[in-house]
């Protein structure tokens, strides 16, 4: 039995396969990217963060903290709110799959937050087929996250944040000629901290914001049984962010992440002189630089900082870089644009974004659009679409 799908969606399906084979999968000479199962997790949310090049770990609170960050819902302004996104992914190649995201926060008192969220990623229907190519019938494999985030003020300028999370992929839906396959779970939590440094810079209201996010570290995920288990996208982010006042209407933010997989970078195996990869009397393929990557999740995700067989040129590669900028008229109207830059041997993923926000009292609507450099691009024409709704206490009337 086959699947029949259209482009990339069959790297998607695959990518927790790909894993398995602990096998360089290159498209161009040098390259040596990092696949991972379940890489929807990594996937921009909202279109706030979004139309900022993917930038969110210091700057101002809001309903998808959460993702980038849990520890800056302790500064949240309103005392309670909750957003949905949505997002068609993938758009120039297939016309049903998307991500989804509903989220919730409740502030407990003036130093604790309470949040959570739901992240469901639809890769839309697949035609089944026999060796024959007759149909036999449809499957819409899926995938989704439920997580709980609490986080709190330390000091007065410093908070930290805790999300445990629990991760559902289902790829082969009911299909029967799949052996032993079966739908993948995995725990895994999150750990957050931010510093805000209020400014006042010539006579201007400023702050500037530092942040570190710990994501996705949890347990390897299976489709088959205990011994073909695969990475999920473990990641360190850490940013900044400058925002400043320039009077009673206009507002800037300008933000810088950098990003970090804590995944185990495929090392590089020995070939022979027909370019086959050589195994040993045992069948596992010969290592000659670099560190196995089938290691327990310890070592795989903390070893991650040194284990890529080109050394630390090749780390440094891994890094991914995230610049953006925010500016609010009355907070009111929002216009935002970013870059994300990926290297070239990890993935070479580059793309300008543009965004627009809009608030009236307790609504508010933020789109994304993400620009790729060149034509026929996977990402080319991801629009994103956020509607939040801020809710804050009734003022208590004192008795006549």
């Known amino acids: 039995m086959k699947l029949k799908v259209g482009g990339f969606a069959v790297v998607l399906l695959l990518v927790p396969l790909l894993g398995q084979s602990q096998v360089r999968v290159t498209g161009q000479e040098g390259a040596n990217p990092i696949t991972v199962a379940v890489p929807f997790l990594s996937f921009a949310p909202d279109s706030r963060a979004a139309g900022m090049g993917d930038a969110g770990v210091a700057t101002s609170a809001d309903a998808y903290s959460v993702h980038w960050n849990n520890a800056k819902l302790a500064f949240v302004d309103h005392d309670m709110g909750f957003s949905f996104s949505y997002s068609p992914w993938l758009g120039d190649i297939v016309d049903d799959m998307s991500l989804n995201y509903l989220t919730f926060y409740k502030k407990i008192d003036r130093i604790q ?40 003020l330390l000091a007065d300028n410093f908070s930290a944040g805790l999300t445990m999370r629990f991760i559902w992929s289902n790829l082969t839906g009911n299909i029967t000629g799949a052996p032993s396959a079966r739908p993948g779970t995995s725990l895994a939590f999150d750990l957050g901290a931010l510093y805000r440094l209020p400014l006042l810079l010539g006579g201007l209201d400023s702050e500037l914001s530092f942040g570190a996010h710990l994501s996705n570290i949890g347990q390897k995920i299976s489709y088959t049984n205990e011994d073909f288990e695969d990475f999920i996208p473990g990641n360190l982010r850490m940013g900044t962010a400058f925002k400043t006042n320039i009077d009673a209407y206009n507002t800037i933010t300008l933000a810088f992440d950098v990003n970090k997989l804590m995944v185990p970078t495929p090392p590089e195996y020995e070939k022979d002189a027909d370019g086959n990869y050589v195994v040993d009397s045992n069948g596992e393929f010969i290592i000659i630089d670099g560190k196995d990557p089938d290691r327990p999740f310890i070592s795989g995700t903390f070893g991650s900082f040194g284990d890529a067989p080109g050394g630390f040129s090749e780390e440094l590669k891994e890094l991914m870089y995230s610049v953006g900028a925010e500016y609010w008229y009355r907070d009111l109207f929002a216009f935002r644009a970013g870059y994300f830059l990926e290297h070239k041997d990890k993935g070479d993923r580059k793309y300008l974004t543009l965004g627009l926000g809009f608030r009236y009292q307790v609504f508010g609507l933020d789109v994304s659009y993400l620009v790729p450099p060149k034509q026929d691009h996977p990402l080319a024409d991801t629009l994103r679409l956020s509607f939040l709704f801020n809710l804050d206490k009734a003022e208590e009337v004192e008795p006549l």
């Open 113 to 152: 937050s309470f949040g959570a969220s739901l992240r469901y990623f639809d890769l839309g229907e697949i035609q089944l087929t026999d060796i024959q190519g007759l149909p036999q019938g449809i499957e819409n494999p899926r995938e989704a996250s439920l997580d709980a985030t609490y986080s709190r």
